[in-house]
């Protein structure tokens, strides 16, 4: 079964979300505090596969738990609820782990949509579910291993999500291309995504966060300033140097 761990604590939004999760074949574990969401995590030994995490609740808030939960798990996937209002709040779950957020008021296709989106790349981490057994992606000092979708830099190994994972194998893939923000969503969300760039934007500062230096003087994700950004380490190869090392 397709695990979904639910932390809402309005109990009307609760029952909508866990009804039409379980109508498009979810097993829906839900609770009403962050306390027992935890609980729960340690309950199915991190058997979870998608959380879905309200921001405002009493005691530890959704933020402090989405952070938590990204600790114990890279492959999770980490979706909040919120309202519009909640825009600082929206940023800072993204920069903490989360995957996507959802705005209250959302109809059920919109859940569903974002949640099967979000699903779709944690089964990609699943044993036995990838098709390139072994094959790797060099670029640089970093290499991408296409079956357990991991991340190294000069061997050593990085903790990326699966979005992030995502976002650089695109990269790497265009190596040297300037890549809008548009086919970047696209690409990484789906066309049929319901949110706003900016959702790309604040990934693309994690990843740098992760891989760069100096992430406020990024050299392998270059900006493009009003229009996206562009993956520079075939550059900086020719050039004969990797953040002022010769290689």
Not at 23 to 39: F, H, K, Q
Not at 95 to 119: H, N
Request: net charge negative; hydrophobic share 40%.
């Amino acid at each position: 079964m397709k695990r979904i761990l639910v932390c809402e604590d309005e109990d009307a939004i609760r029952d909508f979300v866990v009804i039409n999760l379980k109508r498009s074949g979810y097993d829906v574990v839900d609770v009403s505090n962050a306390a027992d969401a935890m609980d729960a995590y340690v309950h199915y030994g991190g058997m979870i596969d998608v959380a879905l995490l309200d921001i405002m609740m009493p005691g530890m808030d959704g933020s402090e738990l989405c952070r938590w939960l990204r600790q114990k798990s890279s492959t999770m996937g980490i979706i909040m609820l919120s309202a519009k209002s909640q825009e600082v709040d929206k940023i800072r779950c993204l920069t903490q782990g989360a995957d996507d957020y959802v705005t209250k008021p959302f109809s059920p296709s919109e859940l569903v949509a974002r949640v099967d989106a979000v699903y779709r790349r944690v089964a990609l981490t699943v044993p036995g579910k990838a098709t390139d057994d072994g094959k790797t992606i060099v670029s640089g000092p970093f290499t991408l291993n296409l079956k357990n979708r991991t991340l190294h830099r000069n061997g050593v190994p990085v903790e990326i999500t699966q979005v992030e994972y995502q976002l650089l194998e695109y990269f790497i893939e265009n190596s040297g291309s300037a890549l809008d923000r548009k086919s970047i969503l696209n690409h990484i969300w789906g066309e049929d995504y319901f949110g706003d760039l900016k959702i790309v934007d604040v990934n693309i500062r994690r990843l740098r966060m992760k891989i760069e230096q100096d992430p406020s003087s990024p050299r392998y994700i270059a900006t493009i300033w009003g229009y996206g950004y562009k993956w520079c380490v075939d550059e900086l190869a020719a050039a004969g140097e990797f953040n002022g090392e010769q290689v």
